[in-house]
């Protein structure tokens, strides 16, 4: 892509647009949006809008409140009608870099936390690092009143006159909404469970991808609600049934091949794959309140789900964290299994290629993989295979995050006191909670 001011210029001009919003994430994932009319144009392209940095959890001190955004040009769009509505004036966006008004980038800011990762991989002789998701979700109906339900309508009876699956229905209206603002999609199908679905998009550079998965996010509950669903990234909305994940497929690219591919080694893999798969094996614990970050994200992480428990890799099993697809040459790639798609995907992205960065500075090489199904092992087994566990709960997983200065140093100082302090109330919320269960369990009883 790569456009001009003067290109995107003449084309908000061109297409009649009315609002550009200027998009950036939160520490905790969450998308907000600045949004200025056509007279700021201009101004919003040369990056001097200001926002109050400090109505945004966790991201500023009120004394250091004033922020610029300054937007990155690849990422301009107009959104499709779909998306957006256009009977009040067409609609365009493009992501912002966060910045002080002296200038300097803001630690603060999740995408200079992925790009400082990535300028590390590139000291490191590569060109950047490829990543593919695969992130799932549930279509839910609402209420009348449009509250959100955990009722599929795969299930519910009364929507049986329809002529065709609503959920379907919706999900090609992402595809194409999706293709309009140039996603490169894959593949979409329904997953396991009732009302699951999954959408695929082609893989592309980690910033990028973390671009890609933060505008999915929004377009796909957006396009649900056009059509009175719900969409959920929740990772496990209803007990006993498959929860939602986010694959997530790695690579590194050197002097424009696949760094991971070597024709005659073992398994085809390269060195710089083995350490890379190693440094993420290593980190895998301290990362995973990072790639997992709610409380509801370890309950999806519980044998008998495709979802892995245990820190390992595999060439080819799913019950693996890591798998190696078959595929070899360009495509050649190492899958990562636990996250889920309530992460924020610019620090999930920056801990993966940080724990990949340290397996490749301190050549650390992992153990043999594990060709059968861990699930289907003993304790013993497990561990002659030194096969630690993932952390069960958000709790573990932040103590985890503590122990791992490498995790850390990759967030920096601010984006990790920020996200333990908030997750730790999180959990304490949680734990002091009386739930639903405990009264099915003991009220009676006790
Ligand atoms: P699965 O077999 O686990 O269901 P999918 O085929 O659904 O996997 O998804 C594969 C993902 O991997 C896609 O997003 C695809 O673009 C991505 N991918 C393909 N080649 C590479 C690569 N070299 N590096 C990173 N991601 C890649
Ligand atoms: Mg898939
Ligand atoms: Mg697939
Ligand atoms: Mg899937
Ligand atoms: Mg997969």
């Given amino acids: 892509m790569g456009y001009t001011k003067a290109e995107i210029l003449k084309a908000l001009k061109g297409e009649g647009v009315k609002f550009l919003r200027l998009q950036i994430t939160d520490i905790l994932g969450v998308v907000k949006n600045v949004e200025v009319p056509e007279s700021q144009f201009e101004k919003a392209l040369d990056g001097e809008i200001m926002f109050d940095g400090s109505s945004i959890e966790g991201f500023t001190r009120i004394e250091e409140s004033d922020m610029l955004l300054r937007p990155d040009y690849n990422t301009f769009v107009i959104l499709p009608d779909q998306v957006e509505d ?106 396991v469970a009732p009302g699951q679905h999954e959408i695929d998009f082609k893989y592309a550079d980690a910033l990028t991808t973390a671009d890609n998965i933060a505008t999915f996010k929004w377009v796909v509950k957006r396009i649900a609600l056009n059509h009175g669903l719900h969409a959920t990234f929740l990772p496990k909305p209803i007990r006993g049934i498959n929860g939602s994940g986010m694959h997530t497929h790695l690579s ?35 990362m995973v309140a990072i790639t997992n970050p709610l409380v509801n994200s370890y309950k999806r992480l519980t044998p008998g789900y495709e979802a892995p428990t245990n ?40 801990v993966m290629a940080a724990a990949g960065a340290d397996g490749i500075e301190r050549k650390l090489l992992p153990p043999p993989p594990i060709q059968r199904n861990i699930y289907q092992m003993s304790v013993r087994e497990k561990r002659k295979h030194k096969i630690r566990e993932l952390p069960g709960t958000l709790r573990e997983a932040l103590e985890a995050l503590k122990k791992d200065p490498v995790i850390q140093e990759a967030l920096g100082e601010h984006v990790y006191t920020h996200f333990l302090q908030a997750k730790q109330m999180e959990w304490d919320d949680y734990r002091v909670t009386v739930h639903q269960w405990e009264l099915d369990q003991y009220l009676a009883v006790y």
Avoid at 262 to 284: C, R, V
Wanted: charged residues 25%; hydrophobic residues 40%; negative net charge.
């Fill in 86 to 191: 256009p009977s009040r004036g067409r609609v365009a966006r493009l992501i912002c870099d966060v910045y002080y008004p002296d200038g300097r980038p803001f630690e603060g800011d999740p995408r200079y936390v992925l790009k400082r990762q990535i300028e590390r991989l590139k000291r490191l002789g590569f060109d950047n690092m490829y990543a593919g998701p695969e992130p799932e979700f549930f279509l839910f109906l609402r209420t009348p009143e449009g509250l959100p339900t955990v009722e599929t309508h795969d299930k519910a009876g009364y929507f049986d006159l329809a002529p065709i699956d609503k959920g379907e229905e919706a999900r090609r209206d992402m595809v194409n909404a999706l293709v309009a603002m140039g996603f490169e999609i894959e593949a979409s199908h329904h997953e």
């Fill in 252 to 286: 590194l690219f050197k002097d424009g091949e696949n760094a991971f591919f070597d024709p005659k080694a073992e398994y085809q893999l390269s060195q710089i794959a083995l350490h890379f798969i190693a440094g993420l094996l290593e980190h895998a614990a301290g």
């Fill in 311 to 350: 820190i390992a890799w595999s060439a080819s099993n799913r019950s693996a964290m890591i798998r190696i697809p078959a595929r070899r040459g360009v495509g050649t790639r190492a899958e990562l299994r636990m996250p889920d798609p309530s992460c924020n995907p610019y620090l999930a992205l920056a």
